[in-house]
């Protein structure tokens, strides 16, 4: 085979060490371009970083701006706080804001609620309002025995807890075709008279007596009167822990919640307003007794009142939601 000829250039052999000496200056230029290469990459890279790392100032410096206030950059977002950050943050201090004291009944609300007795004088309207803050008790209307309906069911329960808790029974001990437990809350919540019996039949009439004399109330089963401001008392025992342990307090509150007649102090009450409550309706007889708390403002507000019969239900329901708010708008 025929030995390929070298490369020729078509220069003479008087040139070839001009070639060699072309293509070392070649390599030695390569080797700048690629120095200055790898040093433009690395000044770029540090504008990139000196870059990147203005703008993570910038988004720290923006989220520290108040909202509302005008920026330029406001449309950086602000970088996620890493947990040494929010570790070193000092942490907001909500202001101390003083509880405005509470006024509580004053000589306004009362000259109120005798304007609306007096407005309806053709009814015998008794009420008591009493401040469980300090437990001062304020009456107005008729103080003399109303027959106290349903609203007496409120001590028949209180007895039958009281014994409960004295272990002479229990909540689980059978009545009627339920047990003792179950009849107190339709009792209650229900307003069951059937249910009141079987309470009052399992306590005994005497024994019923009895107890709500240890408690300051003259009560007779059979009459079943009680005066408003003695159905107030009740009430603030309750509340307040007086009668039963926390437990059954707690239960019995329960079952004067949500009950099947809510039109009356409730229906004038605000949702803000926690009501505990037990109506009576009975003839000529229309009452409501409750507990109106908020926040740390609590009262027991009880409204008896007797009528002609039951036609003028909604007339007197109306005197109700007159007194109610009159009670709201003056305590709470």
């Not at 410096?61 to 108040?66: D, L, Q, R, Y």
């Not at 609203?151 to 229990?170: D, F, M, N, Q, W």
């Not at 300051?216 to 822990?241: F, K, R």
């Amino acid at each position: 085979m025929e030995e390929q000829e070298p490369y020729r250039s078509g220069l003479g052999p008087g040139r070839k060490r001009n070639r060699r000496n072309f293509w070392g200056s070649l390599r030695y230029r390569s080797a700048l371009l690629t120095a200055c290469a790898v040093v433009l990459a690395l000044t770029l890279t540090a504008t990139i970083y000196s870059a990147a790392h203005a703008r993570s100032t910038a988004s720290r410096t923006v989220s520290a701006v108040p909202s509302g206030t005008p920026s330029s950059a406001a449309s950086v977002e602000p970088e996620t706080p890493t947990a040494s950050a929010v570790a070193a943050a000092p942490a907001a201090v909500a202001p101390v804001v003083p509880a405005a004291p509470a006024a509580g009944v004053t000589p306004a609300l009362d000259a109120e609620i005798n304007g609306i007795i007096n407005a309806n004088s053709q009814y015998q309207i008794g009420v008591t309002l009493i401040d469980l803050s300090n437990g001062s008790s304020h009456q107005y209307g008729v103080q003399a025995p109303f027959e106290a309906a349903s609203t007496a069911k409120v001590l028949a329960a209180a007895a039958y807890y009281h014994l409960v808790e004295k272990g002479e029974v229990s909540l689980d001990d059978p009545l009627g075709d339920y047990t003792s437990g179950f009849q107190i809350k339709e009792m209650i919540q229900e307003s069951d008279n059937d249910s009141w019996s079987l309470i009052m039949d399992a306590v005994g009439y005497s024994e019923l007596q009895a107890y709500a004399a240890s408690i300051g109330v003259s009560y007779d089963p059979l009459n079943n009167t009680l005066t408003p401001s003695e159905m107030a008392g009740i009430l603030s025992d309750l509340y307040t822990g007086k009668l039963l342990n926390q437990q059954d307090t707690a239960q019995l509150l329960s079952y004067m919640q949500n009950t099947n007649y809510e039109t009356l102090i409730p229906a004038a009450v605000p949702a803000s307003i926690t009501v505990f409550h037990k109506y009576g309706l009975l003839d000529d007889e229309l009452h409501d007794a409750s507990i109106l708390t908020k926040g740390a403002s609590s009262y027991v507000f009880v409204v008896y009142t007797k009528g002609q019969d039951e036609s003028d239900i909604p007339a007197r329901t109306d005197v109700f939601h007159q007194l109610t708010q009159a009670v709201v708008n003056g305590l709470f």
